[in-house]
């Protein structure tokens, strides 16, 4: 697992071998930290919904920091904010407990994910602690400054996360990169995975009618959510 390359997609040879060391190795490995290594082998086979299944499991199950930031990894190539965001939370909760240096506790620039889930609005939201400001202060006023002027309300940006978690876990279309920009009040949001075009256009379609359906279009489209192809960065 440590020579995973970052957006590889195992092959049946090599997946059937992890999940033969992850057999052998379940009942002697503490069960937090067995699955977390379940969740990453099963992101990188894109087997989307068994390897988010894994990290909410570790969530809600250990106190163990390295794991934690893992599972913050896999709900980032799931599209999974609500969990993300908690990922972060018990991070700043466990390290305020302990008392322990928040530098490098997380990872840079964090706003996207409280930005999805409709947390930069709230003044009690982790996005404000002092753990996420440490390193981000910059960032975070940039994504304040972003989120009163898009003007979505927190339970908008919440519906449409889930809609587009839905489809990333349904097509198993892990999210290699987000990309986003933000010019001339239009924010931008690229989603690159690694699916034909024809199954990414269906995959845009799908969201779009989902938010039609839900009364979503009006914020939907003062965000503009785009699956596209990842080979599009491959070639520059």
């Not at 697992?1 to 997946?15: G, T, V």
């Not at 290699?176 to 001339?184: A, C, G, K």
Request: aromatic letters at 12%; a negative charge; hydrophobic letters at 40%.
């Amino acid at each position: 697992m440590n020579n995973f390359e970052p957006n590889e997609l195992l092959s049946e040879f090599k997946y059937a071998r992890c999940l033969r060391l992850l057999d052998a190795s379940k009942q002697a490995t503490p069960k937090d930290l067995w699955s977390i290594m379940k969740g990453l082998v099963e992101l990188s086979a894109n087997n989307l919904k068994v390897a988010n299944e894994s990290a909410q499991y570790v969530l809600a199950n250990t106190n163990n920091l390295r794991l934690l930031r893992n599972t913050i990894y896999i709900f980032a190539h799931t599209f999974d904010m609500e969990n993300a965001c908690k990922a972060i939370g018990k991070i700043v909760d466990l390290a305020e407990l302990k008392k322990l240096d928040y530098k490098n506790l997380l990872p840079m620039d964090l706003g996207l994910e409280f930005l999805l889930n409709g947390e930069i609005g709230k003044p009690d939201s982790y996005f404000y602690s002092q753990a996420v400001n440490v390193t981000n202060l910059e960032h975070n006023e940039y994504w304040q400054d972003i989120n009163e002027e898009l003007e979505i309300s927190e339970q908008d940006f919440k519906n449409i996360s889930l809609i587009i978690k839905g489809a990333v876990l349904e097509h198993n279309a892990r999210c290699l990169i987000l990309d986003y920009s933000y010019l001339d009040e239009e924010f931008l949001l690229l989603i690159y995975v690694d699916k034909p075009i024809e199954e990414i256009i269906k995959i845009n379609e799908e969201i779009f009618e989902e938010c039609f359906r839900k009364d979503l279009l009006n914020a939907f489209n003062k965000i503009s959510y785009t699956f596209v192809p990842y080979d599009e960065v491959q070639n520059g």
